[in-house]
């Protein structure tokens, strides 16, 4: 029985019509919307109709996938290990509602990160007749594009919330069509995203004059991290941070992106002396203190998560009541992730 709404319903079947005459799908879908769950109701629906299937280490016999092609799996690719927790989760639990298929959960359906999975191509045996990727803005790294070229035979969805990249290099090379569901503005008319409130910097302000100082650009033609820290990383503008956040959003529960791992450990630092309970994630943080700082972030014990890139993605956490930009971007997709992460809908949240 699915428990999906009405518009991933609809989601799910546009994918499963556009595989009819094409072999690579894309799907977009705001931030906040369960793209997780259509991709384990896609998931489900095909293994519905097989029997198990020798799985990436060789186990188990069954029936082909997609009009005959791989080995009858499924492999879910994401590109952080986080991601490949969730997406366990939400799959397993929609396999495990349905007893007769959870005993095939384990032979047919594999979910990896691509860092995995481009040091053991060796290791993997066969080929799926399915390869998802989530958070398909990722898929024109090569370590991406090595996927088509080593499972020929079979079907792919991507799925995103942001289908553009900054250099507007598209996906029409991977991607035979895009399937898109309601806008923001449309899931908030309806009730599925919160309503917000936006408040900008003003053109004419010295932190803007700061941001158009900014020169240099980096390997992804973004502001260059160095040059951001030098300008930005002063106890100036940590100051006038936290006055914004005190003004537009005291007493609210939010996350904060800095520049790097010098400046969210200063920004967590000043919000602490000021009162504000924040600690400060990045990519060095320890695995176990991670996890224990956004349980506490979670149970409101802590108000202010400041990270560097690390909840840009994936990242559920539905009662988050403000996005605080400590840090300029020119990547529409990176900016469109970041703020998302607030509009997700919970009980009195307004």
Same mark, same amino acid.
């Given at each position: ?5 009405d ?7 546009r ?9 690579s ?9 369960g ?6 109701e896609?998931v489900?629906r095909?293994?519905?109709?097989l ?5 990436p ?9 997609c009009?005959?092609? *791989?080995? *009858? ?9 986080e991601?490949?927790a969730q ?10 509602s349905d007893s007769s ?8 359906v ?12 060796d290791?993997?045996e066969?080929r ?5 990727i989530d958070e398909?803005?990722h ?5 991406y ?7 020929p035979?079979?079907?792919f969805?991507?799925?995103t919330?942001?289908p553009?990249?900054?250099n507007?290099?598209?996906?029409t090379?991977?991607?035979?069509t895009?399937?898109c569901s309601w806008s ?6 309806k009730?599925?995203?919160s309503?917000f ?6 053109p004419?302000?010295? @932190? ?6 900014? @020169?240099?650009r980096g ?5 260059q ?5 030098a ?5 100036g503008?940590?100051v006038?941070?936290?006055?914004s956040?005190?003004e537009?959003a +005291? *007493?609210k529960?939010g ?5 790097g ?12 002396k ?16 991670r996890?224990?700082?956004?349980? @506490? ?13 690390v ?12 996005v ?8 529409l997709?990176k900016?469109l ?8 809908r919970?009980e +009195?949240?307004?």
């Open positions: 029985m699915s428990c999906l709404r518009y991933q319903t609809d989601i799910v079947s994918v499963f019509d556009a595989w009819r005459t094409c072999r799908v894309m799907v977009q879908m705001p931030t906040g919307t793209k997780t769950h259509v991709l384990a896609v489900k095909l293994i519905h109709s029997t198990p299937a020798p799985s280490r060789g186990e188990g016999s069954g029936m082909p996938l009009n005959g092609a *791989g080995d *009858g799996s499924v492999w879910i690719v994401a590109h952080r290990r991601l490949v997406i366990e989760d939400t799959v397993g639990k929609m396999m495990a298929l959870f005993p095939l959960r384990s032979s047919l594999w979910v990896m990160s691509i860092q995995w999975l481009s040091r053991h191509w290791d993997v066969g799926p007749g399915l390869v998802v398909a803005h898929a024109r790294a090569d370590s594009r090595e996927l088509w070229a080593r499972c035979g079979a079907k969805l991507g799925l919330a942001t553009c990249r900054m507007r290099s598209g996906f090379d991977l991607f035979d895009l399937v923001i503005s449309e899931f908030i008319r009730g599925r995203l309503l409130d936006y408040v900008s910097i003003r004419d302000s010295g @932190e803007q004059r700061l941001i158009d100082s900014l @020169e240099r390997a992804d033609g973004d502001y991290q160095k040059e951001m820290n300008v930005l990383n002063s106890r503008s940590i006038r941070l936290y006055e956040m005190a537009y +005291g *007493g529960k996350i904060v992106y800095a520049i791992i010098d400046h969210a450990r200063s920004i967590a630092a000043y919000y602490n000021k009162g504000v309970s924040s600690a400060a994630i990045d990519s060095r943080t320890p695995a176990e203190e996890r224990r700082a956004v349980e @506490e972030f979670k149970a409101g014990r802590i108000r202010v998560l400041v990270n560097v890139d909840f840009s993605e994936g990242f559920d956490c539905p009662d988050v009541e403000f605080q930009m400590a840090r300029p971007t020119l990547s997709a900016y992730q970041q703020v998302g992460r607030g509009l997700r919970s +009195g949240k307004t």
